[in-house]
């Protein structure tokens, strides 16, 4: 496994999600319209090619949760949902609660 300074990460979305990525040099891959058909062909690509972080619009998330989990669970790669252009459904949240919660033992975002 190559060191954690060289580890690269990626992003996948709509054009106007994966923007700032590219400009901190983030690989950038656009799916919108017909192209989200291919997302999970691109998605295990990543993996494959050992990618630490695969940033995905969260609606993405909800459409092919199924191979997100697949990945995260297969490979190291962590695949983790950030919200689109329009806005958050709470699945990213959810996720993270989840996968917190699984890490640690216990739902430390509990409300008291």
Not at 39 to 59: G, M, N
Not at 66 to 83: A, C
Not at 97 to 106: I, T
Request: hydrophobic letters at 40%; a negative charge; glycine letters at 10%.
């Amino acid at each position: 496994m190559p060191d954690n300074r060289s580890l690269p990460m990626a992003a996948i979305g709509s054009y106007e999600m994966v923007l700032p990525f590219q400009a901190v040099g983030v690989k950038t891959v656009v799916l919108d319209g017909e192209k989200r058909g291919s997302f999970e062909e691109i998605l295990e690509k990543l993996a494959r090619e050992s990618y630490a972080v695969v940033f995905i619009q969260e609606d993405l998330f909800v459409d092919f949760g199924g191979k997100v989990q697949e990945v995260n669970d297969r490979y190291p790669t962590s695949v983790l949902p950030i919200p689109g252009p329009s806005g958050t459904s709470g699945a990213g949240l959810e996720s993270i609660r989840s996968s917190v919660e699984k890490a640690v033992g216990m739902d430390i975002f509990a409300e008291r």
